[in-house]
């Protein structure tokens, strides 16, 4: 027995060495570790201080780490993806797990996808003539709303992918329909959106005689309840497109709003408290996050990062009132109280 | 008060055009009433216009298409449209009239076995209360909530008809932001209505925070003659199939916006639609609405 002590310490350093470069050094986890974040998931046992990321400008309290492997593995997929500088290689490298029935695998092949045809339709693609990108620049220059950086970068990240046969890699829908279908929380957010987007835009579609353009795949098509599923996850990215989908959501509620009838002056103070709560709990809320480059398009003062960006805007609306909404918001989440999410 | 806008639409005969009527002024959350009956003869297939005070839900919807129809005793398609909240539904109300009930023999007339269904525009039953702002927006072309209105540079695209939204949307930015409005601020489902060069018209939703391809056409437009259109300026149909009918709604919301409806149906049906915001006229008709019946 003795002779096997040396061996059993040197087994628990390893564990113990092991664990600590998983929390400080796993790039999902050393990605979120930076990011202003907020409280402990549920499902983890986490330690959690106070202090200031200088990076977001936010005076928040640090986040743990999680350790739900799926979580970990989400957050893998979505460094990769939003680090990735040719979104030919992304795809390549993960269509063979999204083949084997990974959902997220599914979910962010389903999110490249979707995100070059949207650029190339927005940027390139006209009736009859694909726009060089040249051509796409020029067209952007006299457009001070469009952003001639983001040309470059659907040119940069998508060019290669989309000149290959499309039939290769499958529809951006049909991987969001087998996604959702698995239970993916990201893909269900997008699908609940996409659901409500037909519903928007079912009129034009009757009107010019086609087909909704926005018609989700698969059987589950209440976004209500999708939504109420995938919260469940408290996945960063779910938590954004609830905050997004805060107008239609208002107006599936069957409770009027008790000090604004209208409504109209709440919703992007719900949508800016669930986009902080986001944020806080490993967004990518840098200032060159995707969703940070929409809201500023050309407006936005230099290196300003997302929580900036949503103190500054809020500011005009009562930056305290965003706080106590979001406080809100953490608490339920961190109650599992679905019910009471407006969803 | 000041005067912030109106926004009014009409289905009518020609005959009826001196009817139309203008104002609004903004004063919270009131309902104006403008003299003419909110309630008249069936539209077309007995489409009516009805209104009730603070109707949120379609069980609400329901409930005072039913009342309506009660009161005539004569069931048929409703239009309800909400004086708090920017809702509206068509509630079609089945039901028999009571027999032998006259006012005459002193009882008051009604329909045995009424109910009442929330429908879409299209007929369909509506499936989420959500589609009662929908249909609002639809019957008002504007978020009644807050109507926004902007006029498109002819840098971006000179007319609605055979647009692209991936053409239209940067010109839709840039005309809210001359207007000190963040297109990513308005809430998903917020509604546009944009003017062309060319004098077409349309309406605008808001469908994502994306920085590309977040305005997608709603489905309601006009040609410089205020004839409604689809996108490739064909003229749309009038839905309406035959019959007399009417009934007319004008009304107030806060938030900066102020509209009108005015529905009178006689013996030719045809749709003539006004809409002014901030005392500017964004659509007006000249000759021909939507006819024939």
Redesign the interface.
Known sequence: MKTLQPLLGVLVLTAIAAGAYLVFQHPAVNRLSKAPTARADSKTNVRSNTATSERHGAVLPLRSSPTDTNTIRRAEYRKKLETASNYYDFVSSIIESARAGDSDAQYYLSEALNYCN??Y???FE??GHTRTVDEALQWAS??????MD?VRT?YEKCHRLQEMDPSKWGLADEWLARATNAGQPAAEATTA?ML??K???????????RASA?EPKGPRQDP?ALLRTAVQSKDPEVLFKIG?????L???????PESD?????T??ED?LAWWLVACERGLDCSENS??H???C?N?CPPRENGVEYIRR?AHESNFYDLELRAKDIREKLDANAWDELGL | MELIGVVRKTLTSRRWKSWLVSGGYSAG?VFVSCGVPDQAMALNGFTQVTTCA?C??RADFVASGIQAANSIARPGTFLVISN???RSAFVAVTGEPAPNCYPSNGCNPYLINAAGTAET??GAAMT???????LDQ?IFAV????PTVVTLSP??QTSFIGS?D?EV???I??AL?NKGI?W???????IVLVKFQDGTRAAF??????????W??????WNANGQPI???GGL?QNPNTSGTGGGSFRGV???GGSWELDIVGVDLCTMYETIIVDGEVVVQPHDTGWEPC
């Open positions: 949207r650029g339709r927005a940027y006209r009736p006299v457009r001070p709303t469009v952003s983001d659907v959106h409500f987007v519903q928007l835009t079912e009129r034009a579609a009757a009107a010019d005689g926005q209500n997004e989908l805060q107008g239609v208002a107006d599936s509620r069957d409770q009027p009838p209208t409504g109209s002056s919703h992007f949508t995707s969703w480059k929409s809201a398009t407006q805007v | 959350v603070s949120y839900t708090t909240y920017a525009q299209g989420s209360d959500s589609q009662l702002s929908l639809g978020d009644r909530k807050s840098q971006y692209l991936e949307g940067p010109g930015d840039q932001a963040n990513i601020t308005l809430p998903l489902g917020a939703v808001k469908t994502n925070s994306q920085i590309t391809d977040h997608a056409w709603f489905g309601v437009a689809n996108r490739g749309i919301i806060s938030h």
